[in-house]
């Protein structure tokens, strides 16, 4: 271990899509005595390994990591649940006298586990009527209400996240307040330091296109026929997965398998951006370059920061 001082009590790792986030949380982990916590909201999703770029075991370095492979497909995602989760994990770590690495780039789950955030309740009557709604009107409508209540959430959620969207909805009707207005000040639960990784446009989005390409040289589409018969094509969130969305649409014969791919990679691209959108609004990230010409550096630079964060 190179680091001589007490680590932080929680490192944070984020960042969009194909940054490098996963081998520089492995990395810290090694370093600083600790484990990798899960905040990549479909790495929960047992046999969800090739299209959410799930680290192997031997990728893993040794490091434990939690909160991969803890639901079905069929289970509807919950930020409430996840944040159960996530500060059991990090409350034993911290207890252990270890440094709890959490790495991903679910926006909302980071700062779930991280922050004084609580979640409004739920109306079966607001719920059922929205859902109504979106089998009628389709996804495209809601998020153009969405869009006109409150734009900053219907920027960092994607149109076809017809979940999300009924969610965000409710919580604008049930408390009278845009749904980003429930998310409260950058007040921290834990002591903690966010290092983003930081990939320019261009070079981030030939990252996309070529992990794309592996997962499908992968067998990403026999891995999607695999879960559907476990039930992935009813499942509410694990269905809208990117890449697992645009394979169950070629096995419906709904598109072609190119046109499944090139759609993933286009998705993609979209969803990386709004990650870097909602990572950029948070004051508290410390953006370390993750290009190709700095990777090397980049490890070591992450460490530098976190060893002054501590001694600061």
Known sequence: MRSAVPAPRVIAVVGPTAAGKSDLGVFLAQQLNGEVVNADSMQLYRGMDIGTAKLTVEERGGVPHRLLD????????????????????????????????????????VRGALDALEFPGTDPEVRARLEKELADLGSGALHARLAAADPEAAGAILPGNGRRIVRALEVIEITGRPFTANLPGHEAVYDNIQIGVDVARPELDERIARRVDRMWEAGLVDEVRALEQQGLRGGRTASRALGYQQVLAALAGECTDQEARAETVRATKRFARRQDSWFRRDPRVHWLSGAADSRTELPHRALTLVERAITA
């Open 70 to 109: 803890v639901w079905d497909v069929t289970v509807t995602a919950s930020v409430a649940e996840y944040q159960r989760l996530a500060r059991a994990e990090i409350d034993r770590l911290l207890a252990e006298g270890r440094t709890p690495v959490l790495v991903g780039g679910s926006g909302l789950y």
